[in-house]
């Protein structure tokens, strides 16, 4: 990532609530949004959808989570690059062995309906908890 980009952050409500109790941290969902844009994919869906596999501590990354996220970048023609990253689903390896190209297709229509709501309606959406902000450098709080 270029030096003066702008990152955000955000997980969906049911995905918080799946963190939470897998103890899937925002420390572990910063860690694999660093190695994706280091590029470090383990499967990219096309139109900014990937999968990370994410270690479990202990129990390493071939038995560890699996996330996919959503990643939308804005480019100004200024100093300045705007991404905004969305962590659509997270399972570990022992509740789900993969992802069909069904529910590949859904969460590809979810984000995008997402990324294309206006700034007004994307504020309405986190100030509702629908959307959590994960806050870099913060622990940020589990919504319910």
């Not at 990643?71 to 069909?100: A, C, M, T, Y």
């Not at 297709?105 to 309606?121: E, H, P, R, V």
């Amino acid at each position: 990532m270029g030096k003066n980009t702008i990152r955000e952050i955000y997980k969906l409500k049911s995905v918080a609530r799946w963190a939470k109790k897998s103890s899937f941290s925002d420390e572990n969902l910063l860690s694999a949004i660093y190695e994706l844009e280091a590029g470090l994919v383990d499967a990219d869906y096309g139109e900014g959808m990937f999968k990370k596999r994410v270690e479990i501590p202990g129990r390493g990354k071939s038995a560890g989570w699996r996330i996919v996220l959503a990643k939308r970048e804005v480019v100004d023609n200024g100093p300045e690059q705007f991404v905004r990253w969305l962590l659509l689903l997270g399972f570990s390896k022992h509740e789900q062995d993969n992802i069909k190209q069904h529910e590949v297709d859904k969460l590809k229509t979810l984000a995008k309906g997402i990324f294309d709501l206006s700034d007004c309606d994307f504020d309405k959406a986190v100030s509702n908890g629908l959307l959590i902000k994960v806050i870099e450098g913060e622990t940020a709080s589990e919504e319910e």
